[in-house]
């Protein structure tokens, strides 16, 4: 079965640059959710979209942005990196926005800002 | 505001024994309980969800959890643990129905031949 795809796997910035990470949810999925793992950390929630709407917000830094696409994929944008951006940033994907059904992870995307 | 303690840092278990990972959690209402599993450089995988109904929830590779709503908690058991379940466990609750999920620091377990 399909799963959610996010690319790329891993991601070597530099300090200041600037990283796009993108996320394929599972088809049929309107709903995409971020989530922001530091070493030895917890999953911190970012941000949410629902059918293309920005749904919900949690701990993102201004430096960052993120959108949903006509076709549901996700992207986000993380400017002026900074050496504690390094994370595994997890995309979640789900149907309805509510509990219609479960979230499924992605396998995340490692970013190390050096 | 919701929010997850997993009291065990790290729990190291014998092969074939049993294992039990604690979740308390801090929520008004009665939330959404979760626990996920996650393999060294791999995603979050959701071992079972609580929603509502029977308190004793039965989820994928074996786990169980039950609810207990007068110790706010949501414990993960595994009668007889396998080497591949060396992972670490994280504990997650949802309040708000929207999948905004507020995770555990997480357990490290560790299995000994």
Known sequence: AAGVIQSPRHLIKEKRETATLKCYPIPRHDTVYWYQQGPGQDPQFLISFYEKMQSDKGSIPDRFSAQQFSDYHSELNMSSLELGDSALYFCASSLGGRYNTE???GQGTRLTVV | AQ???QPDIHIT???GASLELR???SYGATPYLFWYVQSPGQGLQLLLKYFSGDTLVQGIKGFEAEFKRSQSS?????PSVHWSDAAEYFCA?????DYKLSFGAGTTVTVRA
């Open chain 1, 103 to 105: 979230a499924f992870f």
């Open chain 2, 3 to 5: 929010s997850v303690t």
């Open chain 2, 13 to 15: 278990v014998s092969e």
């Open chain 2, 23 to 25: 979740c308390n959690y």
């Open chain 2, 74 to 78: 949501f414990n993960l058991r595994k």
């Open chain 2, 93 to 97: 609750v949802d309040g708000s129905n």
